[in-house]
């Protein structure tokens, strides 16, 4: 297997990760409830870690303030369990696709970008 070299790698990698996202019994709910425009969706979060991992200065959002508004939207229904849910994907997914340091790289950052969402959309509770 080879590492995440490049944005049509990563772009396969999101793109195989939320489809099982979509299915997913524990998480999908959130996902196929709010996303009215997937292509976008996906083309956004190909941003994001493309920026993520290769620092390039793509992505505009906030990913803090969405995931606070969607908590708002499931009257504070977003638990932790939920991003355990979301990474164990995401490390599968990686898993299935690709081995090398920018894999890595990828699982620790969405370890930390989940813990850190997960604090802030507490914090926003109250």
């Given at each position: 297997?080879?590492?995440?070299?490049?944005?049509?790698?990563?772009?396969?990698?999101?793109?195989?990760?939320y489809?099982?996202?979509?299915?997913?019994?524990?998480?999908?709910?959130?996902?196929?409830?709010?996303?009215?425009?997937w292509?976008?969706?996906?083309?956004?979060?190909?941003?994001?870690?493309?920026?993520n991992?290769?620092?390039?200065?793509?992505?505009?959002?906030?990913?803090?303030k969405?995931?606070?508004?969607?908590?708002?939207?499931?009257?504070?229904?977003?638990?932790?369990?939920?991003?355990?849910?979301?990474?164990?994907?995401?490390?599968?997914?990686?898993?299935?696709?690709?081995?090398?340091?920018?894999?890595?790289?990828?699982?620790h950052?969405?370890?930390?970008?989940?813990?850190?969402?997960?604090?802030?959309?507490?914090d926003?509770?109250?």
């Amino acid at each position: 297997m080879n590492d995440i070299k490049n944005r049509e790698d990563i772009h396969l990698l999101v793109t195989t990760f939320y489809s099982e996202v979509k299915e997913s019994k524990e998480i999908g709910h959130f996902f196929n409830e709010t996303i009215t425009h997937w292509e976008e969706h996906l083309e956004k979060l190909t941003d994001f870690w493309e920026s993520n991992l290769f620092f390039k200065a793509k992505f505009k959002g906030n990913p803090a303030k969405a995931h606070i508004k969607l908590d708002h939207t499931y009257h504070k229904g977003i638990q932790m369990e939920h991003f355990g849910f979301w990474i164990n994907l995401w490390f599968e997914t990686i898993d299935s696709l690709f081995e090398g340091e920018n894999a890595n790289r990828a699982k620790h950052n969405a370890r930390k970008m989940a813990s850190h969402l997960y604090l802030t959309i507490f914090d926003a509770r109250g």
